[in-house]
């Protein structure tokens, strides 16, 4: 039976922060040979392994600032979401952070600072990043609005406070876009999740911003939808190499090799797949297979796992790997708080 609404809400934040905190163990690295992903996977099994838990990166620690602000100034406060994510990166500024976005973190905790996206805006020469950074922490947007219109809006704001290039915010546009659709359960019907995809980042993509941004940076003229389309053939295929998938999608840091990668990553593993246990679920598949990319492995799985968490829902998530991982109960109680808001009734604009 398809999970409940609350079991998929869940399912999306816990599956982001396992999938930051067990692909912490690969970020950066080359290659990743299947076995040792099996390895570390079943480490989490192992009660005896004494080595505690897994810590979150970035990635969990600024998700967790999206959906508190959410939670607290509906539907968005920029101040407020800066505030959140200055106050964080100040308490805890070991956890990985991008090496750009550290020099905005530390301007956006200046008391003095009006205008809170002009410490982004003035990153790589004034063009802004176009890291994974707004992408990463985009999940608890798809679970704050209802509408496709505000996830858009709001996932593209909240990304634009560290990342004012139109590659950085449009990704996690589109990463917030699939986890919305995801708890629709449109993941059901792969080809048509993939389609309505494509078709929004077609109107994102026609901006003049955009347009622009593709040009200068010397990609194809709708950068998302061209990689939309490159997953749509991998979909096809019956056999896909990790090279390929590499090759033709990226793994890398930039929210355009990384984003399309994890949404390929949750379409690969709706079925079962050769080499990954047979007593994989769905979203254990998602986040092996994830992990063995290489490359940004914690953001990619964690992408990945917002995805499919809100597919399969809470109950598919093993409870060893729950009890493997730093935040997971944190989590869950935002996914919770933020299902209680999104059942009373939204205003419309
Ligand atoms: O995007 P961001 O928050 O980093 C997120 C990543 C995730 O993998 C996390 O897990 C963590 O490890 O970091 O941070 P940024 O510093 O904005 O961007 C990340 C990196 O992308 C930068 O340090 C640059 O190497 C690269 N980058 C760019 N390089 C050249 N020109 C981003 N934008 C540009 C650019 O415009
Ligand atoms: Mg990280
Ligand atoms: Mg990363």
Redesign the pocket.
């Known amino acids: 039976a398809a999970p409940v609404m609350l079991s998929r809400f869940r399912g999306a934040l816990v599956g982001s922060v396992l999938g930051d905190c067990i692909g912490g163990e690969f970020?950066g690295a080359v290659d990743v040979p299947l076995d040792r992903v099996l390895q570390h996977l079943s480490a989490l099994d192992d009660d005896t392994r004494g080595e505690g838990i897994l810590q979150y990166?970035?990635?969990t620690a600024m998700m967790r600032c999206v959906a508190e602000s959410l939670l607290t100034r509906m539907p968005f406060d920029e101040h407020d979401m800066a505030r959140r994510f200055a106050k964080e990166f100040n308490f805890a500024p070991g956890r990985?952070?991008?090496?750009?976005?550290i020099q905005v973190l530390r301007k956006l905790a200046s008391p003095h600072l009006k205008d809170v996206f002009q410490p982004a805006q003035v990153?790589?020469g004034g063009?802004?990043?176009?890291?994974?950074?707004?992408a990463?922490r985009a999940a608890p947007f798809a679970l704050a609005f209802r509408s496709r219109a505000d996830v858009c809006k709001y996932s593209r704001l909240g990304a634009m406070l560290?990342?004012s290039?139109s590659l950085?915010y449009n990704g996690a546009a589109l990463q917030a876009l699939a986890v919305h659709l995801s708890l629709q359960g449109a993941l059901a019907l792969p080809k048509e999740f993939i389609n309505k995809l494509i078709s929004e980042m077609e109107e994102m993509e026609k901006d003049e911003t955009a347009q622009h941004d593709a040009k200068a940076l010397n990609l194809s003229e709708f950068p998302y939808c061209s990689r939309l389309h490159r997953v749509k053939e991998l979909m096809d295929r019956n056999s896909v190499s990790i090279e390929e998938v590499i090759s033709e999608l990226g793994n890398g840091?930039?929210a355009l090799q990384s984003v399309p990668t994890a949404i390929f990553c949750v379409l690969h593993c709706l079925e079962p797949r050769a080499g990954l246990p047979e007593k994989f679920r769905g979203l254990e598949r998602t986040i092996a297979y994830s992990l063995a990319l290489g490359g940004?492995t914690?953001?990619i799985a964690c992408m990945a796992g917002a995805i499919a968490g809100a597919h399969y829902g809470i109950d598919s998530i093993p409870q060893s790997w729950q009890k493997s991982c730093e935040g997971v109960e944190e989590a869950d109680d935002l996914a919770r708080r933020l299902y209680d808001l999104y059942c009373l009734p939204q205003s419309e604009e």
């Open positions: 970020e990166s970035d990635d990985g952070y991008g090496s750009g976005v990153q790589f063009r802004g990043s176009f890291g994974n950074g707004g990463m560290t990342h290039c950085g840091i930039a940004d914690d953001t």
